[in-house]
């Protein structure tokens, strides 16, 4: 099953707020429906935003007036700010806008592909790396939801911790839950389940302490924006882990496309991280845990600076920052 596809004239997706309780595909056929499903996360993680973006162009360059399809584009390329592949994928295939729909389509059609391919080659790649790195049966930290609900198929670093099961090199994972909206307890718990891998839930912040413990051999996660400098943006809580796995002494190893490497931002600085408002921290799920009136902030992403992270592999190469190498 494909986390998001084209299907006979519209973009289906799975929807994950509804996960794990029920597994229900969402049928999109207007940019307003697909620019909600992006702005409630039914649709994420980078690459899936990046194909929800292309497909997004072709749905409307079929349903907008022409000349209203440009700001159409733009609206769902700005819909969500800090993974790169939502505005990148969304403005490549709006690029063929003159050659027709169908062309605006073929390439919607050709990224997705491209992720497909993508996730197969970042899965083989991300398990060489902690194999060489850990040994044959390492236990990984991961963190938010990497796995093929993030992408179309695969996945970015959990496709490697598949992998590292499959091949029988993985003694186990700890997934951290990831609040405020818990992708890793949803989502990546779900996945890992399903496909058979042993592992462990924990709060985001016993992973540095887990970490000091010697519990962990490796932390592998995805990213939203890698910047030229080899800054990695992603979920909130990657650099909490980062530093627990410097001062563990253990590598911290980010897997993702190429398409989510960004050379036209320089660092992390410069990256507009998404502030999701304060009814997702006052709250547990639906259920109010602050007092009323409490005041929140709520960055749904953070940087993580060059110097702390190991190795970013992508489907075509693996960058070893450690050794100064950059994106
Ligand atoms: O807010 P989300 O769920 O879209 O955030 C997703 C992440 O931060 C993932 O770690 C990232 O997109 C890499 S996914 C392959």
């Given at each position: 099953m494909r986390t998001i596809d084209w299907v006979d004239g519209a973009i289906e997706i799975i929807d994950q707020t509804l996960l794990p309780d029920k597994l229900t595909i969402l049928r999109l056929t207007s940019v307003d429906r697909l620019i909600d499903a992006i702005e409630r996360l039914a649709v994420r993680g980078a690459p899936a935003l990046g194909v929800a973006g292309a497909f997004g162009a072709a749905l409307a360059s079929r349903t907008a007036v022409p000349a209203a399809v440009p700001a159409a584009i733009e609206r769902i390329a700005t819909a969500?700010?800090?993974?790169?592949n939502l505005a990148r994928c969304a403005r490549r295939a709006g690029d063929r806008l003159a050659e027709g729909p169908e062309a605006v389509l073929a390439e919607a059609l050709l990224i997705r592909d491209e992720e497909i391919a993508a996730s197969l080659e970042m899965g083989r790649r991300g398990a060489d790396l902690v194999i060489d790195r850990c040994g044959p049966a390492a236990t990984v930290l991961t963190h938010c939801n990497t796995g093929a609900l993030a992408a179309?198929?695969?996945?970015?670093a959990l496709a490697a911790v598949v992998e590292l099961h499959r091949r029988g090199t993985l003694a186990g994972v700890i997934a951290s839950e990831t609040r405020p909206l818990l992708q890793g307890a949803r989502l990546t718990a779900w996945e890992l389940g399903a496909a058979g891998v042993p592992f462990r839930l924990a709060v985001d912040g016993a992973g540095p302490f887990l970490m000091a413990r010697g519990e962990v051999d490796a932390v592998i996660l995805g990213s939203d924006r890698i910047c030229a400098n080899g800054d990695v943006v992603n979920k909130i809580g990657s650099y909490a882990h980062a530093l627990g796995a410097k001062a563990a002494g253990i590598p911290f190893i980010v897997v993702a496309p190429?398409?989510?490497?960004?050379?036209?931002?320089?660092?992390?600085?410069?990256v507009t991280i998404e502030d999701r408002g304060p009814e997702e921290v006052v709250a547990f799920g639906t259920r109010?845990?602050?007092?009323?009136a409490t005041r929140a902030v709520n960055p749904a992403f953070d940087v993580t600076p060059?110097?702390?992270?190991?190795a970013i592999v992508t489907d075509r190469r693996t960058i070893r920052l450690d050794l100064g190498e950059r994106p």
């Open positions: 969500r700010p800090t993974a790169v179309v198929t695969g996945g970015t190429e398409s989510t490497i960004d050379p036209d931002t320089p660092s992390g600085a410069a109010a845990v602050a007092p009323p060059a110097a702390l992270v190991t």
